[in-house]
């Protein structure tokens, strides 16, 4: 899990869902880490978008 990105505390949280047998509860745990990790990964291709328009534009900046 740690692999994942998943904090720590919610690490704990999953292993004692799971641990205990409350499996609805350790997907939901994964689903809201899903959803973190989708969100994140949004942000960053806007970022990336971003920076690669900029590179162009500076680029012909010099010619």
Do not use: W
């Not at 799971?18 to 509860?25: C, E, R, V």
């Not at 745990?29 to 690669?52: A, K, M, N, P």
């Amino acid at each position: 899990m740690k692999n994942s990105g998943m904090a720590l505390k919610r690490i704990h949280e999953y292993v004692a869902a799971f641990n205990s047998g409350d499996i609805p509860g350790a997907v939901v745990l994964l689903e809201e880490h899903l959803s973190r990790l989708q969100e994140q990964r949004c942000e960053l291709d806007h970022f990336i978008e971003v920076t690669g328009r900029k590179i162009p534009r500076l680029n012909k900046s010099l010619t």
